[in-house]
């Protein structure tokens, strides 16, 4: 006999009941909140043209270069899954002309992303992310509006303990000067700094302050802010910002070492972080990109967004907050021929009703149903035999407290949604 085994691709997990509800919470919360600050659900592929992350995300990114997956296609193209989600959307702004819409256009995705990362504690090579952006709006103003809107989808689910890092990294204006005095500021320790940093000494020396390496971290000391080097016009946005989050109450932590892994953002950037998790602890990330749509062809449009991490968020519920799952609302233990077939049918009656009915095997037991019903968590058990079908009443018991008593088999389906609401 052969025994072959099939298994999960490394960093690729299943996710199963009772998980599954935390993360059709987390979406459900979302979903709610997003929308009551207009933002609307837009879904666009997993799979793009491999350009249309290259020229967003940055070339010289640990993405690009190391992470994405990307592959010829039967017609010899190269197409890639989508690492992050914003590069699809701007695109599809782009391409469906969402511009000549009414500004500003708000819009949210959720799914799965893929990255060809080390798998490690709170790392999937497939991740989930909820995201929003919003196209249109150079002001501040859209700035606190989306981090609070990231605030009070985290506060309605509980998450409380923690912490909005903002910072701003300038613009094209600024940052040119700020990446000047960072290379005089490192040139100095070259050999100290990893590998990976000294690639981005070249290309993007801002990413050294992003790297976690404790030698790197070491170098780090007394090292220029960006905040520090920000041109008149950043300084204004970024300063309002802050006081409008104040005005919204929103408590947060100027992150000045904060400068996000990808090469799209300028000014704003946030980053939500949770000590309650290790080392991968932040939950939620974004900035703005004001230059991206027109990168892409587009009309020259500011926009900011966001993504929170679900695997993070979940694994954060888990750890901090209650949980009820969802159980049966009934278990029908069932004695008898006669009242198996009647037991089919109400407990159909009981599905079309949106009530959750489990079926109790009348070959078994009724001890070993009670057991089942038990194992199961139902809320209720009724109980059908010959005697309750000529009677017309059933027993029931409430497995909660051993409560019990009898009805009237026309009453079930009032008194399970009666008990239910
Ligand atoms: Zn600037
Ligand atoms: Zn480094």
Redesign the pocket.
């Known amino acids: 006999m052969s025994s072959l085994q099939y298994k999960a691709l490394k960093g690729m997990q299943d996710i199963l009941p009772p998980d599954i509800y935390l993360w059709q919470k987390v979406e459900a919360v979302a979903r709610e909140v997003f929308s009551s600050y207009g933002f609307q659900e837009i879904r666009p592929p997993v799979v793009e043209s491999t350009n249309v992350f290259t020229r967003s995300i940055g070339e010289n990114t640990d993405i690009v270069e190391k992470e994405m997956y990307t592959f010829t296609d039967k017609g010899d193209r190269s197409i890639s899954l989508r690492p992050e989600g914003t590069a699809s959307v701007v695109r599809c702004y782009v391409e469906k002309n969402l511009h000549t819409l009414p500004s500003p256009q708000k819009f949210y995705y959720a799914g799965p992303m893929f990255r060809y990362e080390r798998p490690q504690s709170g790392r999937f090579r497939q991740f989930y992310q909820i995201g929003v952006e919003a196209f249109g709006d150079d002001s501040p103003r859209m700035d606190a509006e989306v981090i609070s809107m990231l605030r009070h989808c985290l506060e309605r689910l509980g998450l409380k303990e923690v912490t909005f890092n903002v910072n701003s990294i300038?613009?094209a204006?600024?940052?040119p000067a700020y990446k000047e005095k960072l290379i005089e500021f490192f040139a100095g320790g070259l050999d100290t700094l990893c590998p990976d940093c000294n690639r981005r000494y070249s290309s993007n020396p801002l990413r050294i302050l992003d790297c976690k390496v404790e030698r790197c971290k070491d170098m780090r000391q007394g090292v220029p802010k960006v905040t520090d080097s920000?041109?008149s016009?950043?300084r204004t946005h970024f300063d309002s910002l802050l006081s409008f989050l104040e005005l919204l109450g929103v408590s947060y932590t100027v992150n000045p070492d904060m400068v996000r892994g990808l090469d799209y953002y300028t000014r704003t950037t946030f980053e939500v972080t949770s000590e309650n998790l290790g080392a991968q602890n932040a939950v939620a990330a974004g900035g703005r990109y004001d230059r991206l749509v027109k990168e892409f062809g587009g009309p020259e449009t500011p926009a900011i967004g966001f993504a929170m991490g679900m695997e993070r968020i979940v694994e954060l519920l888990k750890n901090t907050v209650a949980h009820a799952f969802p159980t049966p609302d009934v278990f029908l233990a069932v004695i008898g021929d006669m009242a198996a077939r009647e037991s089919m049918v109400i407990a159909d009656r009981l599905r079309g009703k949106g009530l959750w009915a489990e079926l109790g095997d009348s070959g078994n037991s009724l001890k070993s149903q009670m057991r089942k019903a038990d194992r199961l968590s139902s809320k209720y058990v009724f109980i059908i035999g010959d005697d309750e079908l000529k009677s017309g009443r059933l027993k029931w018991k409430k497995l909660s407290d051993s409560s019990h008593g009898e009805i009237s088999m026309f009453e079930i389906t009032d008194f399970l949604q009666k008990s239910s609401s």
């Open positions: 300038g613009c204006e600024c940052r920000l041109c016009g950043c």
